[in-house]
């Protein structure tokens, strides 16, 4: 089953880490995978964004023009991404920053949630706000299972961190959990 998604958003958010931690997840179940990281000139606070192709057939190339799904953590990455989704796509906006009324398209699935105040609630941490869009992504699709992405936390995170995966965990769960 081929699936793609375009993350996006400002440098400091956590979209490659999620990128990363989505395509770790898929090689845990056996599916090939292709993760592309693209980065603004600026880092920290510039725009970031990085596209993940799953399918159990091998992946032809890991450019992703048109992708199924998106998902967005601020207003120049709707304005960027959304106009080439494809119809009926998976979009998951952070509302927190994006008032879901900016979105033009209504031949998509669009899940705005308030993913800092679900990060801080999930696990006391509003920069978890990444993992609770990743969560609601995967519950959404069904690309990968929840399980799978909360066992590739250990592939995904520099070992200094890993003490941060039970609140990840909660953060990615909750996310699953405002879909379900």
Do not use: W
């Not at 880490?17 to 090689?27: F, M, Q, T, V, W």
């Not at 796509?89 to 699935?109: F, H, K, Q």
Request: proline share 6%.
């Amino acid at each position: 089953m081929y699936n793609d998604v375009i993350m996006a958003g400002f440098g400091g958010q956590g979209i490659m880490l999620i990128g990363n931690l989505l395509a770790y997840a898929a090689i845990r179940e056996d599916k090939n995978v292709t993760f592309l990281p693209s980065y603004g000139v600026e880092m920290r606070g510039g725009t970031a964004n990085c596209a993940v192709v799953i399918d159990e057939r091998d992946i032809g190339s890991p450019i992703v023009g048109r992708p199924m799904s998106l998902i967005v953590m601020n207003r120049p990455s709707l304005v960027k991404f959304e106009p080439r989704m494809k119809p009926g796509g998976v979009l998951i906006l952070n509302r927190t920053l994006v008032p879901p009324e900016v979105s033009e398209r209504d031949d998509i699935d669009l899940v705005p949630l308030d993913l800092n105040a679900l990060a801080e609630k999930a696990a006391g941490n509003v920069r978890l706000a990444n993992m609770v869009a990743l969560g609601a992504y995967v519950k959404k699709s069904g690309v990968v299972s929840v399980s799978a992405v909360a066992e590739a936390l250990e592939d995904a995170l520099n070992p200094k961190y890993h003490k941060m995966i039970p609140a990840n965990r909660q953060a990615i769960e909750a996310g699953a959990e405002a879909v379900s």
